[in-house]
């Protein structure tokens, strides 16, 4: 009876650590664009649920197997010479920026992109029962997760090229005005 | 009396009908004569036909043919509207010379006008000297009606004797078969004799099962006292296998321990019975068989033949004995294309036109209509090649390239012109002279061959002038180069007789008769080996020095897994890009095989699954490397519209070189190149799960989950670096050897590998980036060298 109660508690202790283990990441915004050849970022903000461990961040990804002639990404979070940690039910948000190198990660348009591709980053993190950045932090002991990840939609657009706007344009006009010919035309036949 | 005889046997042929042999309207024609009228029938040419009581086979009275003055004049029976198209009949009659008449060959056939031509069909004949005046004899022979139904359809009985006075007798026509249609089942035919001979019977032989050997199970059955090579088990499979359709068939088959060192020639044949007449066709051909192991026969076989009775029968070249067992006969689908999934044309609209190749039956039917929904420029396998256009001089035949042009103008699709000079598929006429002599290399055998050309040339062009708003590029000269030769240039008769002008003259004539809009490209294959690269350069900077109007070069991609690799295609394409600025270049005839080197498979049905992966891989990552080429490549062309018709399957192998199945069904390839999501094992990824052990042994534990679609086939660690970039310096050991095959993974599932590493000398807090790159279907799925997306467990801020 005693062995069947430490099972239960062992299994309940179990369910519990699944259950906080889990960070909420929503991106800003969840869909970027840039024409052909440009760059993109996503801002976000991360949510560590876990009422009792600390949150590493360990590395972003995109994670569709995209059409590799769209573009690339790149980690902007997890590439940093500083590491991100998160307390227990702390939260982090920030903006992308392209110079402060801010930012979940960005994407680079290739040439050729066209169409919008849908996807999802996904951030991996660590999570310790001490902070990393503690005296007391012990990697050994106090590793409570070695690999966790958390998953939010992502799109990137390639926006039509300024020239293909204006070529749009005048395409427009020169509709319009040969549409206005032919009814000058008609009316006058 | 005999007239009863007669009546009570036409009675019989009735009951026989309703008994479930003929159906009761099979008998089309029945003409005994008894009556004293013609009974319909009316001369053929110039001939009187006369009843007669002078000969009778049954009964007393027959139909006497005299006064011919040809072999074709006889006696006839006009057909038309009688007779089905796509039915089978069996038609027979009774002849019987005139008396003092020298024996001679009698034949039955038929006169068919349909669509304007008068066709004559033979239908059965005697032997040459067969027919006599000595004696009755019967001429049988099936007829199968073709398509379209004829507006005449005339039988007559003619001889080889121009002269020769005939009686005939009890002619019929009996209805066989009706129009192929769906089988009345599908349910095949699976024996593996663990229950006894489960319907086999010796033919010739004597059938027993034995559990001397089994493939499966622990018995199989053995065929033994064979009265000849002929006999053998058998099957009836008149219920199993159906006219129009098309079947899977497997055997496996042994000789028994006794046979010792010895070895047959097995086969699998069927005899099919069609009214009074019997022929005998090869389902599986002559495959080697010992004692030692179990060899497969197999085939696809579509029974395309009327009958009233089939059996499935293995035979072999000798009458010793042999076992045969797992005995397997499926249903094969027709092909039907699959409506609901996305256009590969489509698909790639944002950056090249998608082409496929028209050829005789690829542009009707089902076939074409995968062709409609997913190509959009079509380029002629064979029908636009010399050899098909002008095999006999100043002839021209251009009804199949015509039909194909037809097609893609009415559907909407781009052509490509294919090919105007080529080595092979040349009419050995071309390079001969009058007397049909090989012509010596001279000035006057150089001015001949190049005045041929530019009238061939010219002809053909002129042809298709009044479609020439539909094409878009021509390739004018196919394949002139071989590297091993120090200038580059095959020594093909073209190149023997003219040197290289026959190459210039092609691309000014076809220039000349071509708007701007056509472009004109050298087409070679293996334009990524550096040799043929380098003659390629030097070809074309020839050309342009020369002032020869060439537009475009075509790669051909006549490609197999593992060579060339996409980034040789990608550097191949750039670096003529870069040479002649503006240059036009195109994949032309783009296939996949699976290897120059092995395995090979000998049926389609034998390539695995996850070789079907590799493939949808290798798609995806050309056609990435196509699309990265940002605009150099402008089209795409696939040289097969499905496995089902590709140059690459022969007799003894079989290929899976494009994007869809023998029956017409997307395969991982096509997914390769419209939605790689969809390919097996695509949402492979990795995880450090666990770190564990001691600091000098530590082992990480990696899992590897594959959340589908499909299986992950062949997945693999490839390696595993470590990269400090915090704490005390330190020099970690990884001691797993790599790569760590961790096979298939199915969807759904996870693999997990441990990777020992030594961290002696590293501090708790020294930190690390981890790299560990993974991948799937040979590579296929995951190595940037063979193209694909990189697939790595990459993380920072690692600690032991």
């Not at chain 2, 006889?74 to 027979?92: A, D, E, K, M």
């Not at chain 2, 249903?331 to 294309?337: G, N, R």
Request: hydrophobic letters at 40%; charged letters at 15%; glycine letters at 10%.
């Amino acid at each position: 009876m005693k062995s069947n109660l430490k099972l239960l508690f062992a299994a309940a202790a179990a369910l519990l650590a699944t259950a906080t283990q889990a960070a909420v990441l929503t991106l800003s915004p969840a869909v970027i664009g840039a024409q052909p050849g440009q760059t993109a970022g996503w801002g976000f903000s991360l949510l560590n649920d876990d009422a009792d461990n600390y949150l590493l961040v360990t590395g972003t990804e995109f994670t569709l197997a995209a059409p590799s002639a769209f573009g690339s990404y790149t980690d902007l979070l997890a590439s940093r010479p500083e590491v991100v940690v998160l307390a227990p039910l702390a939260s982090l948000t920030e903006a992308y920026d392209a110079l402060l190198r801010s930012g979940i990660g960005e994407f680079t348009f290739a040439a050729s992109a066209d169409g919008r591709l849908d996807g999802q980053v996904a951030l991996h993190y660590a999570l310790f029962s001490v902070d990393p950045l503690s005296l007391s932090f012990d990697p050994d002991l106090h590793l409570v997760d070695a690999d966790a990840t958390a998953f939010a939609r992502a799109g990137a657009t390639a926006l039509p090229e300024p020239g293909t706007w204006s070529l749009l344009g005048i395409a427009g006009l020169l509709a319009l005005r040969s549409r206005r010919k032919i009814s000058s035309l008609r009316s006058s036949a | 009396m005999l007239g009863l005889i007669k009546s009570w046997r036409a009675m019989g042929a009735l009951l026989l009908g309703l008994c479930g042999g003929l159906p009761a309207q099979a008998q089309v024609v029945q003409a005994t004569w008894e009556d004293g009228t013609l009974q319909g029938f009316g001369p053929f040419g110039g001939v009187t036909l006369t009843n007669s009581a002078a000969a009778a086979r049954t009964g007393t009275r027959s139909l006497l043919t005299t006064g011919r003055t040809a072999g074709y004049m006889g006696p006839s029976l006009n057909l038309t509207n009688r007779l089905v198209p796509g039915s089978s009949y069996q038609i027979t009659a009774w002849v019987r010379l005139a008396a003092g008449t020298p024996a001679t060959q009698v034949r039955l056939s038929m006169q068919r006008t349909a669509g304007g031509t008068t066709n004559y069909d033979s239908v059965g004949s005697s032997t040459t000297t067969g027919v006599t005046d000595g004696g009755w004899t019967q001429i049988t022979g099936l007829y199968a009606l073709a398509d379209p139904a004829p507006s005449s359809l005339v039988l007559y009985i003619e001889s080889s004797s121009a002269t020769a006075s005939f009686y005939v007798d009890d002619a019929s026509v009996t209805l066989v078969s009706g129009v192929p249609g769906l089988p009345p089942n599908t349910t095949g035919l699976t024996s593996n004799f663990e229950s006894g001979t489960q319907g086999w019977f010796g033919r010739g032989a004597t059938i027993a099962t034995t559990s001397e050997s089994a493939h499966g199970g622990s018995q199989a059955l053995l065929a033994t006292g064979r009265a000849g090579t002929w006999a053998g088990p058998a099957y009836n499979v008149t219920n199993v296998m159906f006219n129009g359709s098309t079947y899977r068939v497997t055997a496996w088959a042994k000789l028994p321990a006794s046979a010792g060192a010895a070895t047959s020639r097995v086969r699998i044949s069927l005899q099919r019975d069609a009214g009074t007449v019997t022929s005998y066709h090869t389902v599986v051909g002559d495959v080697t068989v010992g004692s030692s192991a179990w060899v497969r026969l197999t085939g696809t076989y579509q029974v395309a033949m009327a009958n009233t009775a089939l059996t499935f029968y293995v035979e072999s070249g000798d009458t010793n004995p042999f076992l045969i067992d797992d005995v397997q006969i499926s249903y094969v689908p027709p092909p039907s294309i699959e409506t609901n999934i996305p256009s590969v044309a489509q698909s790639q609209l944002a950056y090249f036109p998608v082409g496929t190749i028209g050829y005789n039956g690829g542009i009707t039917g089902v076939q074409g209509d995968l062709v409609v929904k997913h190509f959009n420029s079509l380029v002629s396998e064979n029908n636009m090649k010399w050899g098909s256009l002008q095999a006999q001089p100043g002839v021209y035949t251009y009804a199949n390239a015509d039909a194909e042009v037809a097609f893609a103008k009415a559907k909407g699709m781009k052509l490509r012109g294919h090919t105007l000079a080529w080595h092979e598929q040349m009419p050995a006429w071309v390079f001969q002279d009058a007397n049909g002599q090989a012509l010596a290399p001279s000035p006057a055998s150089k001015a001949l061959v190049l005045q041929r050309e530019v009238e061939h040339i010219t002809h053909v062009l002129n042809h298709f002038a009044p479609h020439v708003a539909s094409f878009y590029a021509w390739d004018v000269v196919n394949e002139v180069i071989d590297p091993a030769q120090a200038d580059c240039m095959r020594r093909s008769p073209w190149y023997l007789l003219t040197g290289t002008d026959f190459i210039d003259t092609a691309f000014r004539t076809a220039r000349a008769l071509l708007p701007a809009h056509v472009k004109l490209y050298y087409n070679d294959y293996s334009t990524t080996d550096v040799p043929k690269l380098a003659c390629l350069h030097k070809l074309v900077a020839g050309l342009k020095a020369r002032g020869v109007p060439i537009d475009g070069i075509g790669h051909q991609m006549h490609i197999s897994l593992g060579y060339p690799s996409p980034a040789a295609v990608n550097n191949m394409v750039r670096s003529l890009a870069t040479a002649f600025p503006g240059i036009s270049q195109q994949v032309t005839e783009m296939d996949i095989k699976v290897s120059d080197n092995g395995p090979f498979y000998a049926g389609y049905e034998d390539i695995p699954p996850a070789v079907h992966a590799q493939l949808g891989y290798a798609w995806r990552n050309y056609f990435n490397t196509f699309r990265q080429l940002n605009g150099l490549i402008d089209s795409v062309t696939i040289w097969g519209q499905a496995d089902n018709h590709t140059w690459l399957t022969t007799g003894s192998r079989a290929e899976a070189p494009v994007l869809f199945d023998t029956s017409l069904k997307a395969k991982p390839a096509y997914w390769g190149v419209v939605d790689p999501s969809k390919l097996p094992g695509a949402g492979l990824n990795g995880s450090i799960a666990t770190k564990a052990g001691t600091q000098a042994a530590r082992v990480w534990t990696l899992n590897f989950s594959n959340p589908g679609p499909g299986t992950a086939y062949g997945v693999r660690l490839a390696g595993f670096t470590l990269r400090q970039t915090g704490g005390t310096v330190c020099t970690p050991m990884v001691r797993t050897a790599f790569p760590v095959n961790l096979g298939d993974i199915a969807a759904g599932a996870t693999a997990s590998t441990g990777v020992t590493i030594d961290f002696t000398g590293c501090p708790a807090l020294a930190a690390f980036t981890v790299d560990a790159p993974f991948n799937a279907a040979n590579g296929w799925h995951g190595d940037p060298a063979k193209g694909s997306p990189a697939l790595t467990i990459s993380r920072s801020n690692q600690f032991r």
